[in-house]
């Protein structure tokens, strides 16, 4: 069992991560003493597997514990499921003091925590990660948001979970695409500021995700490390460090909002191919070595990750429009994470669009 503490004035929180904690989950949460109904959002297939290993735990606590189950995929991080799922709590019952869990992946964690910041003004809330990719980036950090019409997480908060559960035994159900989509966003620690981490990743991916336990807990509990690290440093994306944690994703983002949240691609998916992009474009103006390139994609083909966007997304300028409602936009400028080579990301603010297009178009054209 490993805990990592993420350090925030007055609001600091563990990350427990480890076998078994879906069983101590009730004991767990009930130390932290919520009043009244336990809400717990999940979505239908992860209730079909885990929720009732979770409720039962919560019953042997003394909790009672209110499930509200919502429709799996990206669609559920809407407006009308943050209304549905709102609705539900405030007609099941609830209090200041009530508590909302976050059982499944960064789906359910980034609504359940958004409708947990606007509950009552901001009720507290546990998250309990089911994915790869929520265990070790979305249930931490406390990101939560819905996607809207315009493009993705553009309504949201800054909303931190009291208590992380990673239980690395729910990952056994998790099919391998969506094991492969979690391990993006773990090669991309390495990719911002930790070659080592990187190739350690090149070394260990494929046996990673093809089940040895001993290297997922690594992988979980170095990116968790990574990202309290960030966090501690910059909660509110304020100073810089924080938007590092967005490499690959002003591209990624704008190819999932051009599909419209449909699963044709999963965000982990659209990261490793807006990895891929923030590479090419680093290369093309003269920043990072080819050769780093290559071996990131080589990386990510090597792990059944995607690499070159899907047919469907449009053009270089339809892409160059969704980007322009990335959150990191300033001045009506869009914002890039670059980079000088592996491990060495870095915020650009004064890239031209014309050098996005040229990049773009030739990717297109693939
Ligand atoms: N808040 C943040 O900091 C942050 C960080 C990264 C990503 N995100 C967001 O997270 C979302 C993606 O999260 P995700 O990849 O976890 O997707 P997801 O929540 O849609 O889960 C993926 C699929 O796996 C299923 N599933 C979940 N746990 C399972 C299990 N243990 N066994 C079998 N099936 C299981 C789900 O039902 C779903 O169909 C995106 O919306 C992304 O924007 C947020
Ligand atoms: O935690 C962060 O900060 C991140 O950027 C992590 C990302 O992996 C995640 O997808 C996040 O939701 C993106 O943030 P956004 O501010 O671009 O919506
Ligand atoms: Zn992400």
Known sequence: MTDVTIALDGRSYDVAIGRGLLEEAGARIAALKPKGVLHVATDATVADLHLQALLASCEAAGLRAVPHILPPGEASKSWSFYEDLSERILAAGVERGSMIVALGGGVIGDLAGFVAATMLRGIDFVQIPTTLLAQVDSSVGGKVAIDTKAGKNLVGAFWQPRLVLAD??????????????GWAEIAKYGLIDDPAFFAWCEANGKAALAGDDALRAQAVAHSVRAKARVVAADERESSGVRALLNLGHTFGHALESALGFDGQLLHGEAVAIGCCMAFDLSVRLGLAPLEDAQRVRAHFANVGL??????????ADALLALMQTDKKVADGRIVFVLTRGIGRAFVARDVSPDDVRAMLGDTLKK
Do not use: C
Request: glycine share 12%; aromatic share 0%.
């Open 168 to 181: 690395l035994g729910v990952l056994d159900s998790l099919p391998l695409r969506e094991l492969r989509a």
């Open 306 to 315: 995607p690499t070159e966007p899907p047919a469907g997304v449009g053009d």
